[in-house]
């Protein structure tokens, strides 16, 4: 199929918009840009402007960027509609104190980099119509992003083309959400152009909104595999709060892993996709993370909360179905017939979630991992074919890892040495170890790795604390929002 490609070049090498790549309303808004200030009202444009927005979303290929230091400036505040308003009332003296004293301080964030990005749209028989119009439109390009992120852009239409340089983002549901044209964006820009020009007027100055745009999901190709997530609180049968040492995830995860197991049935799911969810072959299995409150100053390493991961090989109904009917199931320890608490709704804005939910390029062990053999040549350990091993069997490409390094002790606060975590017979022979990983660039959580990942082993944290609100996780909710749980209670 015939590709449709706009590369752009920066001509400094440093982008200062907020997102990367830049999304492709971005560069949709600079080519109307270019087209408004050189040959506005040509009709041959125009109709190549519209013809663009009614294309698939593109897939973009943009180098690594990295995050320069952030710079505060003060400029002067150039929109003038306070003033206005004072001259518009007569209060000449007024309107001059506040031009002098109007000033911005702004705090620019930038990335830099090295190569161009390109957006690449599947053509049409129509794009060849469009190429002459669109070739003089991304020539007439001067700036994409902010005014001072001066760049030059080219297109093209290929039959045959090559894979440009860059990692690729493609359209994806689970992927960060971007701005992206559609069609009617020509119009609304156009529309907003006039409504500011116009928005000075007798009466004083009237404010101009940005329209609300399209979005689209872009997920790059080093990145992890997108996972479905849903957290749970563990609650005593009298509602009160209910924890677990740390070091007993296993049990936790069992009973939590029985509760997902009579979900699935009182769902009404097929057999063979219920043997499926609970990990009895295909790839098809939702998975339980007990999460231990660990890494920060009032740590103590209990468990409170549960995670629920499922790839996107889950179906969504299937999902919901089983996420619907686990509020309040009850947990019940082997061997026993008499449950000991209940799976609850956890709140959207739960701080233990949020930090497991997540973004840092240096990731840390919660619990430890269970690495898949011992890796050594001439008696000396090589951790790095370990690390390679437990990505390859994650689905995580190995150009996202930077560096790992094995640790003796866990760094974060609360985590137990490996030795003190209960594990099943069939794993006990393999070794197990806190670990770091830092990746080539910022990754999102959850994150887990080893073949422990269902028994509540592997489990890593951001090493720098930094964390999303959990209203953010990549799912969507199971029930009513509660408070978040006390955290200090006895354990279990």
């Known amino acids: 199929?015939?590709?449709?490609?706009?590369?752009?070049?920066?001509?400094?090498?440093?982008?200062?918009?907020?997102?990367?790549?830049?999304?492709?309303?971005?560069?949709?808004?600079?080519?109307?840009?270019?087209?408004?200030?050189?040959?506005?009202?040509?009709?041959?444009?125009?109709?190549?402007?519209?013809?663009?927005?009614?294309?698939?979303?593109?897939?973009?290929?943009?180098?690594?960027?990295?995050?320069?230091?952030?710079?505060?400036?003060?400029?002067p505040n150039n929109d003038g509609d306070e003033t206005l308003k004072l001259l518009a009332r007569g209060e000449h003296e007024a309107a001059r104190e506040k031009a002098r004293r109007a000033l911005t301080i702004r705090e620019r964030r930038s990335r830099s980099f090295d190569g161009a990005v390109t957006y690449e749209w599947d053509a049409t028989a129509e794009t060849a119509e469009h190429l002459p119009a669109l070739e003089?439109?991304?020539?007439?390009?001067?700036?994409?992003?902010?005014?001072?992120?001066?760049?030059?852009?080219?297109?093209g239409l290929l039959d045959d083309p090559a894979?440009?340089?860059?990692?690729?983002?493609?359209?994806?549901?689970?992927?960060?959400?971007?701005?992206?044209?559609?069609?009617?964006?020509?119009?609304?820009?156009?529309?907003?152009?006039r409504e500011f020009r116009g928005r000075v007027r007798a009466g004083g100055v009237r404010g101009v909104r940005e329209p609300a745009h399209r979005r689209a999901g872009y997920a790059p190709e080093l990145a992890l595999p997108p996972l479905r997530c849903e957290g749970f609180r563990l609650m005593d049968m009298d509602g009160g709060p209910l924890a677990f040492e740390g070091t007993r995830a296993m049990e936790v995860a069992a009973m939590a892993r029985h509760a997902v197991h009579g979900a699935a049935r009182r769902a009404g799911l097929a057999a063979?996709?219920?043997?499926?969810?609970?990990?009895?072959?295909?790839?098809?299995?939702?998975?339980?993370?007990?999460?231990?409150?660990?890494?920060?100053?009032?740590?103590?390493?209990?468990?409170?909360?549960?995670?629920?991961?499922?790839?996107?090989?889950?179906?969504?109904?299937?999902?919901?179905?089983?996420?619907?009917?686990?509020?309040?199931?009850?947990?019940v320890p082997e061997g026993r017939r008499e449950p000991v608490g209940v799976l609850a709704p956890v709140a959207g804005s739960d701080p233990v979630l949020a930090r497991y939910y997540g973004e840092s390029r240096t990731w840390t062990t919660a619990t430890p991992v269970v690495l898949p053999g011992r890796d050594r040549r001439r008696g000396?350990?090589?951790?790095?074919?370990?690390?390679?091993?437990?990505l390859r069997h994650a689905g995580i490409p190995e150009a996202m890892m930077e560096a790992a390094t094995m640790e003796p002790a866990g760094r974060l606060a609360g985590s137990a040495p490996p030795r003190l975590y209960g594990r099943p017979r069939h794993l006990a022979g393999y070794p197990c170890a806190h670990m770091s990983v830092r990746w080539r660039a910022p990754v999102s959580g959850p994150l887990v790795l080893g073949a422990g990942a269902g028994y509540g082993l592997g489990l890593f944290l951001p090493a720098d604390g930094r964390r999303r609100h959990a209203s953010a996780r990549p799912a969507s909710a199971s029930g009513e929002a509660l408070e978040p749980g006390h955290e200090g209670e006895p354990a279990v």
């Not at 808004?29 to 402007?49: C, F, K, S, T």
């Not at 350990?381 to 437990?390: I, N, W, Y």
């Open 1 to 75: 199929m015939p590709k449709l490609r706009v590369a752009v070049d920066w001509l400094d090498g440093v982008y200062h918009g907020d997102e990367w790549p830049p999304s492709p309303l971005r560069l949709f808004q600079a080519m109307i840009a270019g087209y408004a200030v050189h040959r506005r009202g040509d009709p041959a444009l125009e109709a190549a402007m519209r013809h663009l927005e009614t294309l698939p979303t593109p897939a973009i290929f943009a180098p690594e960027a990295k995050r320069r230091s952030p710079v505060a400036s003060a400029a």
């Open 380 to 390: 000396r350990p090589r951790p790095e074919r370990s690390v390679r091993r437990l």
């Open 163 to 193: 894979r440009p340089e860059g990692a690729r983002h493609a359209p994806s549901p689970q992927g960060r959400s971007m701005n992206v044209p559609y069609p009617g964006a020509f119009d609304r820009l156009e529309e907003r152009f």
């Open 136 to 155: 003089a439109i991304a020539g007439s390009v001067s700036a994409v992003g902010h005014g001072i992120d001066m760049a030059v852009a080219r297109a």
């Open 272 to 331: 063979g996709t219920v043997s499926e969810l609970m990990g009895h072959g295909g790839g098809r299995r939702i998975r339980v993370q007990p999460l231990p409150n660990v890494g920060h100053a009032h740590a103590d390493g209990l468990i409170r909360r549960v995670m629920l991961t499922a790839p996107e090989s889950v179906a969504e109904d299937d999902w919901l179905d089983v996420l619907s009917r686990l509020v309040w199931s009850e947990l």
